[in-house]
């Protein structure tokens, strides 16, 4: 499994941390709020592609794997597919970014 599919879950499911495309670390805290805007853009516009990294992080991680664990607690809702936007603003990354940034879903 491609380490990206990997990363997708552990970064949605916590709120300190963004990881970007290049697996480096920011600290939402520290983000300036155009930084913050431009997540939250980036993470909408693929919510559908997002949904399907965690399910098949879900499939396929070890079990007991902090990837694992990670993404099926963040399907623990029984997503469908067709939910992906209202899954990806019920993640705990987007709710921190939301309420940082004052921009409602």
Do not use: N
Not at 19 to 37: F, K, N, Q, Y
Not at 62 to 84: I, K, N, P, Q
Request: glycine share 4%; hydrophobic share 50%.
């Amino acid at each position: 499994m491609p380490a990206e599919t990997l990363q997708v879950a552990l970064t949605l499911d916590q709120t300190v941390w963004w990881v970007d495309s290049e697996s480096t670390p920011h600290l939402i805290d520290a983000m300036s709020a155009t930084h913050r805007e431009a997540v939250i853009d980036y993470l909408v516009v693929r919510a559908r592609s997002l949904l399907l990294a965690v399910q098949e992080t879900a499939a396929r991680a070890r079990a007991g794997s902090a990837a694992g664990r990670a993404a099926r607690s963040l399907l623990a809702a029984g997503v469908r597919l067709e939910d992906c936007d209202a899954w990806l603003e019920s993640t705990l990354l987007m709710g921190r970014l939301r309420l940082l940034s004052g921009r409602d879903f």
